[in-house]
């Protein structure tokens, strides 16, 4: 009973700190923020299932989603994005991150840190002006300016904080909790002259259940003071995030992943709901599924997965309003043969019959020891003696 009300009284107080960095953001209505490719869903594996990553975050892209997550990493690993959007805006993404070889803040496994590069462009146009005066007076001259230009480098940490069990009406439940942060630095210039940059923070938490294959998670992401162009501050697009996700194996090598995430901007006062849906095949296929409802890009996401060995190619693309969808495809290769620590969110995908070992050869299996028999309780024979009165 202790342990689960430690547990409740830890979960509190992680809700309560990311509800207060919520808080802290007045909300402008939509619009009002700045740097809205910060929204952006970075990992196409992410994409797929409809932007629900946050109860997940088990990969490299936690950074950016819930940087608790790092915490789960287990070997090093490196991975690049790349994104088309409409006419010729892009996005370019790139991370690093491996778990630190020494223990962590709470003494219990080796945290994890990450770093990524996210830089992105709004695409170019032509400026046309008259020369007014001179040899050229009256020629039109064309010049092109990059509409907007966009990067931001972040460094992340997470480390588990609490590992236990507990019984929970007759269930012995092991649970798992991580806790994360990252520092962002953001530089943002408009139409080549306006530019602005600023620090900002994001934080997270993380809670597991392995062996029901549950996860529940909060983050909060871009808290910081805002992007001052010239005089006027522009506030970045403040994201609190609610999720959770269920695991579990089907048949053979096979699992299905399914994930529920709520997105609330907090500056802009709108929210997005996020459903999504991962089915892993053999350990080398992943088909992906997703919806965002309650917001103005809603509709369905669909992604694909491909695993070989320490190598994944993941696409993702989106079907809803076409203003809004944008395609992705990401590379990433894990280094497992530098083994840190030991990876473990292991699925297990059936219950193995335990064998008894066959005898060695030319020997006969040991008699098994028998306990000695009890004594049989001697009888109690008549007394020779009677008392006389």
Request: glycine share 12%; proline share 5%; charged share 20%.
């Amino acid at each position: 009973m202790n342990d689960i009300k430690r547990t409740l009284r830890q979960a509190s107080l992680a809700a309560l700190v990311l509800a207060g960095g919520a808080g802290a953001l007045s909300a402008g209505g939509p619009g009002s923020a700045g740097m809205q490719v910060l929204k952006t869903d970075m990992s196409p594996r992410a994409a797929g299932m409809g932007g629900a990553f946050t109860a997940v975050a088990d990969d490299i892209y936690a950074i950016n989603y819930n940087p608790a997550g790092l915490g789960q990493l287990y070997v090093p690993e490196v991975s690049a994005m790349h994104l088309s959007g409409l006419d010729d805006s892009s996005l370019q993404y790139a991370a690093v991150g491996m778990p630190l070889p020494f223990l962590g803040l709470a003494g219990l496994e080796k945290p994890g840190a990450g770093f990524s590069f996210m830089k992105s462009g709004a695409g170019t146009f032509d400026y046309n002006y008259i020369v007014p005066g001179g040899i050229r007076a009256g020629e039109v001259v064309t010049t092109s300016y990059e509409a907007q230009s966009d990067w931001a480098l972040a460094f992340g940490y997470g480390e588990k904080v609490y590992s236990g069990e507990m019984d929970i009406e007759g269930y012995n439940a092991k649970i798992e909790q991580y806790l994360g942060m990252n520092v962002k630095y953001i530089n943002s210039t408009l139409v080549r002259d306006y530019s602005a940059s600023c620090f900002a923070f994001d934080a997270g938490w993380l809670l597991l259940e392995p062996k029901l294959g549950i996860s529940l998670g909060a983050s909060m992401a871009n808290y910081g003071g805002g992007l001052k162009y010239g005089s006027e501050v522009t506030k970045l697009p403040g994201i609190l995030r609610l999720a959770a996700s269920y695991q579990r194996p089907t048949v053979m090598d096979q699992s299905v992943l399914l994930a529920a995430e709520a997105d609330f901007y907090t500056v802009e006062a709108l929210k997005s709901l996020r459903l999504g849906l991962e089915y892993h095949f053999e350990k080398i296929f992943n088909l992906r599924l997703g919806y965002k409802g309650a917001e103005d890009n809603k509709g369905m996401t669909m992604g694909l997965g491909v695993h070989y060995q320490d190598l994944a190619i993941d696409f993702a693309m989106g079907m809803g309003n076409e203003v809004y969808n944008a395609s992705q495809v990401a590379v990433t290769y894990k280094f497992s043969g530098i083994a840190i620590k030991e990876y473990r969110k292991k699925i297990k995908y059936r219950d193995p019959v335990p064998e008894r070992a066959a005898p060695a050869r030319g020997k006969r299996p040991a008699a098994r020891e028998r306990k000695p028999a009890r004594p049989s309780p001697e009888k109690k024979k008549d007394s020779d003696f009677f008392m006389l009165y």
